[in-house]
């Protein structure tokens, strides 16, 4: 069975994350299989936006524990080269909508945050567990976090490993709407569908990187 999920839409892609057994916890076969699709899709003309969600009750959990207790620690999940998946959004350059259907933890955290437009529900919780299982965030999360949430926030998230709730994420600009869960997929569909229709993606990733490199150097790189 694929653990990622391909649904072609008119304009743009439904990316399913599936693994809903282990909350969708990222192992090798998964992350090559979405960086995999995100090349097909950066190469598919009739795509412009894509939108990311989770099978099952969970977004993502993460990198897979399992993996991570054999004796070769994180080795064993070979999360470089054709399984970096941080590197494979880097390279995506059309927009990318996350539908954050449900626990969204360390690695799945740092996933969320990949995205260009992150949408949550009821059921949406996110958690900066990487202290308390003892792995550095190597995603972005340590200096994407503080940029979105602000220092302090992102400082207790970080240190305390607890739950940040869906309410809290809206409050605090984590997400761009909170809505019924529902209506989650629903609503993710219509801002790629609009995407599409606007036909001018240009801007959308490049905004992002701009306001991560600071102002001054995001000014320089807007110049055409």
């Given at each position: 069975?694929?653990?990622?999920?391909?649904?072609?839409?008119?304009?743009?892609?439904?990316?399913?994350?599936?693994?809903?057994?282990?909350?969708?916890?990222?192992?090798?076969?998964?992350?090559?299989?979405?960086?995999?699709?995100?090349?097909?899709?950066?190469?598919?003309?009739?795509?412009?936006?894509?939108?990311?969600?989770?099978a099952g009750r969970g977004f993502c959990a993460?990198?897979?524990?399992?993996?991570?207790?054999?004796?070769?620690?994180?080795?064993?999940?070979?999360?470089?080269?054709?399984?970096?998946?941080?590197?494979?959004?880097?390279?995506?350059?059309?927009?990318?909508?996350?539908?954050?259907?449900?626990?969204?933890?360390?690695?799945?955290?740092?996933?969320?945050?990949?995205?260009?437009?992150?949408?949550?529900?009821?059921?949406?919780?996110?958690?900066?567990?990487?202290?308390?299982?003892?792995?550095?965030?190597?995603?972005?999360?340590?200096?994407?976090?503080?940029?979105?949430?602000?220092?302090?926030?992102?400082?207790?998230?970080?240190?305390?490993?607890?739950?940040?709730?869906?309410?809290?994420?809206?409050?605090?600009?984590?997400?761009?709407?909170?809505?019924?869960?529902?209506?989650?997929?629903?609503?993710?569909?219509?801002?790629?569908?609009?995407?599409?229709?606007?036909?001018?993606?240009?801007?959308?990733?490049?905004?992002?990187?701009?306001?991560?490199?600071?102002?001054?150097?995001?000014?320089?790189?807007?110049r055409p």
């Open positions: 069975m694929p653990t990622i999920l391909i649904d072609r839409k008119e304009g743009y892609a439904v990316l399913t994350l599936n693994r809903p057994e282990s909350l969708n916890a990222l192992n090798p076969e998964m992350m090559t299989e979405l960086c995999a699709a995100l090349r097909m899709l950066e190469d598919d003309a009739a795509c412009s936006a894509i939108v990311l969600t989770g993460g990198l897979d524990l399992k993996l991570l207790s054999q004796p070769e620690g994180i080795a064993a999940l070979d999360i470089s080269g054709a399984n970096d998946i941080h590197e494979a959004f880097q390279r995506f350059s059309k927009p990318v909508i996350m539908a954050v259907n449900g626990i969204a933890a360390t690695g799945g955290f740092e996933l969320a945050l990949m995205g260009d437009i992150l949408l949550g529900c009821e059921n949406t919780r996110f958690a900066d567990t990487h202290a308390r299982v003892g792995i550095a965030p190597g995603w972005g999360l340590s200096q994407k976090l503080a940029r979105i949430i602000g220092p302090s926030r992102a400082k207790e998230a970080h240190y305390t490993g607890n739950f940040i709730s869906a309410q809290q994420a809206s409050d605090w600009g984590l997400m761009s709407r909170l809505v019924a869960a529902d209506r989650l997929l629903v609503e993710a569909e219509k801002i790629a569908s609009d995407i599409h229709e606007a036909a001018w993606v240009w801007s959308s990733r490049w905004l992002i990187r701009a306001w991560l490199l600071g102002l001054k150097r995001g000014l320089l790189s807007s």
